[in-house]
């Protein structure tokens, strides 16, 4: 019977469902009918798939050709059907032995001269490929993808004579080492360090603080003062991913159609958009959807400056990916869920004029300018800095010595491996239960905290954000408690409340 069945995986965010490529050559006029819910992208690949099979040297089958891509019901869309459909005529004209595709899948895109060309978002198909144990057949251009998954049953191909042959047993195929002992991880670089940035130690230790607890932070100051500067250089005091981490983080991005270089492996993500950035790219979708801003940056930092430039509607449909950890779309033909667990640190100048201090803003332009920003995306920061102009004599000063970003590090690390050892989480995450049960609070200074949150005119949410805040400030200091300058010290980092009732006092 001319009938061949080849195994391969589909995309579906960061899923890779398994397909089967069913082929049938039967007698008839010549034809090649492609089902199974193809997008166009896929139906394309008949003529890719025709010219590929003559020019690398085999018979196309002059029959009518049924290739079924199964399930019908889901979508299937690129060009990385092209190597399974090709393998499936082959088979099914007895080009090559169907018994050597036993417990092997095939994925990549074909060119009309039969050589194999890179296709992206691979590295979910090599993921689940190793979860099932199956040998794998991709492009020798996506070893990058397979090196970083470390799977030593992946095999490359290069062109379809390279892959008859292999098939007929006459020769190997490439694959790769087991083992990632060529990943490096690199110290904490020199270049753009704490140490250059003047002053501003009150917003230094606000970072250090975020960097320790995982806590989303707001800047702000008038322009020139340095906040995109020390933003940037929040990363230095980051420990690097584990390799499970790194792994969900390349997986997202190789699913944006994105490369993770093998040195950049085990670095944090740090995602920079601009203001004029459509919710889609911040959130993710599209008619294929694709992961947005928010999921490139899981595991890292989501920087937003000028943040009070960004449409509102676009801010908040950060709310519940802030809280979740994860950002689901849906579609009428599928519902995809992607990783969003980043940490968020935005900056913004307090009046439409920049400056608060001599401002040629009026208080009731101020209000409107600074309502731009909701109430409750507002309320998703644990820590809002005040970043003013340094003092007169502060540029010329020369024998000032600040701390670097690897001594801050040091701290930070420390401070992480306890909250992880105490809670198995970072105190960015605790529930409030978990705030009692490992919390450490006396019952005096939860009265204090609570009276205060009402004075400020704080949510219930702050009054929980200012726990996780003032137990990373202990764990900073090493201390099993937290204590009452600890929660002081947290209620200072609430410049915005502040700005906001100097204003509603002024006007």
Known sequence: MAIACVATRASKGVDAPPVTVEVHLSNGLPAFNLVGLPETSVK????????????????????????????????????RYDLPIAIGILAASEQ?????????????????????????????????ARKQDTKIVIPLDNRADAEL????????????????????????????????EWISNDPVSEHACFSEVIG????????????????????????????????SRMMQLLPPLDYDEALEVATLHSVAGHEIKPKQFYTRPFRNPHHTSSAISLVG??????????????????????VVEFPRKVLDCLREPMESGEVVISRAAAKLTFLSRFQLIAAMNPSPCGD?????????????????????????????????RLPEGALTKTDTKSETSAEIAVRVKQARELQLSRAGCLNSELTGKQLKEVGQFKQADLLFLEQSVNKL??????????????????????????????????LGYRAMDRLLNSLKTTY
């Open 44 to 79: 394309e690949a008949k003529e890719r798939v025709r010219s590929a099979i003559i020019n690398a040297g085999f018979e196309f089958p002059m029959r009518r050709i049924t290739v079924n891509l199964a399930p019908a019901d889901l979508p299937k869309q690129g060009g």
């Open 285 to 306: 979708g599209g008619s294929i959807p694709k992961p947005g801003e928010i999921s490139l940056a899981h595991r890292g930092v989501l920087f937003l400056d000028e």
């Open 356 to 388: 608060i201090d001599n401002a040629r803003a009026t208080p009731d332009q101020i209000q409107r300018y600074l309502s731009r920003l909701s109430g409750p995306f507002l309320d998703r920061f644990d820590l809002t800095i005040e970043v003013p």
């Open 200 to 231: 501003q130690y009150h917003a230094k230790h606000g970072l250090e603080i975020a960097a320790a607890g995982n806590h989303n932070i707001l800047l702000l100051g008038p322009p020139g003062t340095g906040k995109s500067m020390l933003a």
């Open 457 to 490: 005119n704080l949510s219930i949410r702050s009054f929980h954000r200012l726990q996780r805040v003032s137990r990373t400030i202990a764990d900073l200091q090493q201390s099993p408690t937290v204590e009452r300058n600890h929660i002081a010290q947290a």
């Open 149 to 180: 998954v470390g799977y030593n049953k992946v095999h490359f191909a290069s062109h379809l004579q390279g892959l008859s042959e292999y098939l007929h047993g006459q020769a190997p195929l490439p694959g790769i080492e087991s083992g990632l």
């Open 96 to 128: 090559i032995p169907k018994n050597a595709l036993a417990d092997h899948e095939f994925v990549g895109e074909l060119a009309l001269s039969g050589h194999i060309r890179h296709s992206h978002g691979l590295l979910p198909v090599i993921v689940e």
